[in-house]
Every structure is written in C-alpha cells, then in structure tokens.
C-alpha cells in the first residue's frame, strides 16, 4: 500500500488527533499527493472522496491509489457538495503542492525558469495572460491585494511598459523585472518576487473565491456531528477561515434550562473545536520548514440548517473595490 510521497503533509498529526476518533466517509479536498487521504483511511475513515482540480495530482496516484477506499474526484472543491452527501468529515490543506512548486514547468517558481503559467487546473487564465493583458490597475491589486505588495503600483507600472517591447511568457522575465523594479533583497530575506508570484498565483487560480465557496459547500456536505479541519498558509487565508468559524460556530448554544443537553438547540451551524489555531511543533518545524506559517482549525457542524454567508463577512480582499 506504501508509495512514495513527493510532498510532506503538513500538521497531519495535530489534525488527526483534534478529528480522533476517524469514522465514516470524508472527504479530503485538496488530494495532492493524498498524504491526507491515506492518514484518514489508517486512522479509521471507511472511504475518503479525494478531490484536486490538478489533472497531474490524479496521473501520480494512479499507481498506487486502486488498493485504497480512496475515490478521486477532478474537482473544484468549492463544488464539494455536488460530489458527495451527508459526510463524516472534510479536509482542506489550502495552497500548491511542494510537486507544483518544484516543477519548472508549472510556472508557480520564480526561482526557476518556466512558462509562466501557474494554474493548478490547467485551464483559465494564466499567469501570463494576466501580465500581459490585464489594466495596469488590475495588477496593481492582485500585486496588492491578494499578494500584500506594498510597492503593486510601481511593479505594475514596469510591467506595463516592459511588455509593450516584449510580451512576458517565462517566470525568470517577470521575477527579474520584479527585481530590477523594487531592488534585490538582503541575504536572508525573501526573494523580491515572492509577493508579486503569491499575488498572482492566487488570481489564477480564484484561491480566496474558491476558499469562500469552498466552506459554504462544505457546511452544506457535513452531516450533524461532521468534522470541518481546514490547513492554511499565510494571513488572509487564516483569516477568512477565522472569521467564517467566528461567524458561523460562535461556540453558543441556545439551552432551554428545563431541556435536556442533547436537546438543546444550536445557534450556529458550527461548533468551534480550536479555540487558537494549532501550528507546528519543533520537531515539525525541523523536520519540514514549509510547515513554518500553517495553521490548524477544526469546527464540529451542528444540526442547524446550512446558510450562505457574504464573503465581506470573511474579509475576503475585494478586487471590485467594494462595488
Ligand atoms: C497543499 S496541497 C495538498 C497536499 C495534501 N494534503 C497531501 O498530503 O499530499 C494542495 C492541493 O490542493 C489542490 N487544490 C488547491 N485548491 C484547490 C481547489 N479549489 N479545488 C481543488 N483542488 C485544489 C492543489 O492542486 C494541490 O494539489
């Protein structure tokens, strides 16, 4: 049953020991190398629904995946509950794959040359088409808003004049430009691209649209008692997570003093399980420095029926301005 994982999951041990004890069928999202997929079915799941809209993610598991209780979906898993009813957990392990990032021709590295492409999906808009085509305004706020560059405008405004005398189509052009206009960083530092290649990355591929759509489907797919673990990776995917729990597991429930416990009846369609995100230990962190900035947090669903929420109420970057 073994095979080898090119990527390392991350906090898979906090996660199965706040989802304790695994039952039932779940769901795991974000399949990649399907490290996930295989902890839930060892720790006890009858089936796990692997979702990944990477057709690269389906071809690796081929392999191996035919002697586990282990079904692939080529899915978007903001359409989660369109695959699956009634579960008994989801897992969602946000971001690219370590595969994704060290594969020159996926384009999501901008320390190796690459097309610069960048969509997990393989299909859409890429990288490239939105350097070369958006307004310079719009590069301005994914640079700003999705990759929280504070110099957007002046990278953009390079790009917009450099593609007038050569269109960009490899990450090395667009990395150097980035560099030429904001300066090498110092040693030690990040590189001077990792916001811009963050920024776009997350245009690409819709990950805060997707993400926001992605826990509605996921409240809607939960059976009562159903677990919700969701892994993020930097700030405003924290956040939107932090917020929609906030919002819809407030930990309250409404007890009617003369009810019995079970009886009493939910205010939130979740129940909080983290009451603080859990990152990695030590010895994670020396083991697997990528695990540096991720962040655990589980909710229980109750019985209460599922509701959309806006995704201003998870303070969602909002590349409209509002309108
Ligand atoms: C960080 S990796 C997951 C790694 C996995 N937990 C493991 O142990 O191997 C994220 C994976 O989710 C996929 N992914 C990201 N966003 C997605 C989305 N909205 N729908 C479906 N798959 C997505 C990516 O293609 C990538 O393979």
Redesign the pocket.
């Known amino acids: 049953m073994a095979s080898d994982?090119p990527?390392v999951?991350?906090l898979?041990r906090p996660l199965l020991e706040a989802v304790a004890p695994v039952s039932g069928t779940w769901i795991?999202?974000?399949?990649?190398?399907?490290?996930?997929?295989r902890g839930l079915v060892e720790a006890g799941a009858a089936r796990v629904i692997g979702?990944?809209?990477?057709p690269q993610?389906h071809e690796m598991a081929e392999a191996w995946v035919k002697d586990w209780p282990i079904t692939l979906v080529r899915?978007?898993?903001?359409n989660m509950d369109k695959v699956a009813e009634a579960v008994d957990g989801v897992v969602l392990?946000?971001?690219?794959?370590s595969?994704?990032l060290d594969q020159a021709g996926r384009g999501f590295s901008f320390m190796k040359d690459g097309p610069l492409d960048m969509r997990?999906s393989q299909t859409g808009r890429s990288a490239a088409d939105i350097v070369n085509e958006a307004e310079e305004a719009e590069i301005a706020d994914i640079l700003y808003l999705y990759g929280e560059e504070r110099q957007s405008r002046r990278i953009a405004r390079r790009i917009v004049e450099a593609r007038k005398v050569e269109p960009f189509t490899t990450t090395l052009q667009l990395a150097e430009l980035i560099e030429r206009s904001i300066g090498r960083t110092k040693p030690g530092q990040a590189h001077a691209a990792t916001r811009s290649f963050q920024g776009l990355r997350i245009a690409v591929?819709d990950?805060y649209g997707?993400l926001w759509r992605?826990l509605m489907a996921a409240e809607r797919v939960l059976k009562p008692g159903g677990l919700l673990a969701v892994v993020t990776f930097h700030s405003i995917e924290d956040r939107m997570v932090k917020r929609f729990f906030q919002a819809h597991g407030d930990r309250k429930t409404h007890k009617n003093r003369y009810a019995r416990e079970e009886e009493a009846t939910p205010e939130t369609p979740f129940e909080i399980l983290t009451r603080k995100a859990v990152g990695p230990d030590a010895q994670e962190l020396k083991d697997n420095p990528r695990s540096r900035s991720a962040k655990l947090r589980v909710a229980r669903r109750t019985t209460m029926l599922a509701q959309d929420i806006a995704a201003a109420e998870l303070s969602m970057p909002d590349m409209t301005g509002g309108q």
Do not use: K, R, W
Not at 28 to 37: E, I
Not at 75 to 78: A, D, K, R, T
Not at 93 to 97: A, N
């Open positions: 994982a990527h999951p991350v898979l795991d999202g974000t399949f990649g190398a399907g490290g996930y997929a979702i990944d809209q990477d993610a899915e978007n898993f903001s392990d946000l971001g690219v794959s595969m994704q997990m591929n990950e997707a992605g």
